[in-house]
């Protein structure tokens, strides 16, 4: 089991540029998350998947922000245009919604918007 | 508003000594907390859970406490070893019973000398 795999795994871009953020969930996972922590807010909830279909993005912060799940086995996190304010580490993370089961998280994008 | 609160941001304890970690929260309706570790450069790790309607549940060297009266929890590491050095982070679903949007504390940096 490969766990999550998220790439790349650091962005440096200007403001203005799109910025697309790629996240491999673990096989035989029907949740999504995408997640962004920074020192002011700590780790907080994007936007949720569940068999692909988003069902609660209240978490994202603008319609800069926006998250695709195409299919089983892919998302993405696309930021459009890029702002400074925009630097974090965002992490993907999957589960199997059955009962209490855990987050897996990825080993997280460190986006830097200068 | 911050629901799961982690008031101290680091805590350093000699190897083979106790460890002790503590949350506080503020929603009464949290009915299931769970504890994560993060390592520098990798996503967090899910490491102990444990529901309201228990008030300890022990994994090994690790131990969490809930106290729902004073809406408190704690995890205990007993004993320390260097290689718990990390960050922990408590939470709780937003939605009862399971993980979704959890609502994450800032974390405890834990620092083990040898």
């Known amino acids: 089991d490969a766990g999550v795999i998220q790439s790349p795994r650091h962005e440096v871009t200007e403001m203005g540029q799109e910025v697309t953020l790629r996240c491999k969930p673990i096989s035989g996972h029907n949740s999504l998350f995408w997640y962004r922590q920074t020192m002011m807010r700590g780790l907080e909830l994007l936007i949720y998947?569940?068999?692909?279909?988003?069902?609660?993005d209240s978490g994202m912060p603008e319609d800069r922000f926006s998250a695709k799940m195409p299919n089983a086995s892919f998302s993405t996190l696309k930021i459009q245009p890029s702002e400074p304010r925009d630097s974090a580490v965002y992490f993907c993370a999957s589960t199997l919604m059955l009962g209490n089961s855990p987050l897996h998280f990825g080993n997280g994008t460190r986006l830097t918007v200068t | 508003d911050q629901q799961v609160k982690q008031n101290s941001p680091s805590l350093s304890v000699q190897e083979g000594r106790i460890s002790i970690l503590n949350c506080d929260y503020t929603?009464?309706?949290?009915?299931?907390f769970l504890w994560y570790k993060k390592y520098p450069a990798e996503g967090p790790t899910f490491l102990i859970s444990?529901?309201?309607?228990?008030d300890k549940n022990e994994d090994g060297r690790f131990t969490v406490f809930l106290n729902k009266s004073a809406k408190h929890l704690s995890l205990h590491i007993v004993p320390s070893q260097p290689g718990d050095s990390a960050v922990y982070f408590c939470a709780a679903p937003n939605s009862g019973g399971s993980n979704y949007k959890l609502t994450f504390g800032k974390g405890t940096l834990l620092t083990v000398n040898p």
């Open positions: 929603n009464s309706m949290f009915d299931y």
């Open positions: 998947f569940n068999n692909n279909v988003p069902i609660d």
């Open positions: 444990i529901s309201s309607i228990k």
